[in-house]
């Protein structure tokens, strides 16, 4: 069973920029097109940004310009870097392929406010 962990959530403030990680405890990583979703407050979970194992990239309209998504496949990761960070942003961030495969890790939390 392949164990997802992601790290790097934290409180900042609106224009900040975070950086989100996400490690799988499975070497076969890079079969699998990867992605972030996003679960605001009172929301379903929702799809952020996907990189396929050749690294081409896809982004939901709302993060497009501010937030990229890189993978390390020798390392096993997947990270988020997340511009201009807004307070529609704040969530918790999950990683997990795309069309999700895995069982959901436990998250990291976002928060953008002032």
């Known amino acids: 069973q392949v164990q997802l962990v992601e790290s790097g959530g934290d409180l900042v403030q609106p224009g900040g920029t975070l950086r989100l990680s996400c490690t799988s405890s499975?070497?076969?990583?890079?079969?699998?097109?990867m992605a972030w979703y996003r679960q605001a407050p009172g929301k379903q979970r929702e799809l952020d940004a996907s990189i396929s194992s050749g690294g081409v990239t896809k982004y939901g309209d709302s993060v497009k310009g501010r937030f990229r998504i890189s993978r390390d496949n020798a390392k096993n990761t997947v990270s988020l870097l997340m511009n201009s960070l807004q307070p529609e942003d704040t969530g918790l961030y999950f990683c997990?392929?795309?069309?999700?495969?895995?069982?959901w890790g436990q998250g990291t939390q976002v928060t953008v406010s002032s």
């Open positions: 499975k070497n076969n990583f890079i079969y699998y097109k």
């Open positions: 997990n392929s795309y069309p999700p495969t895995f069982e």
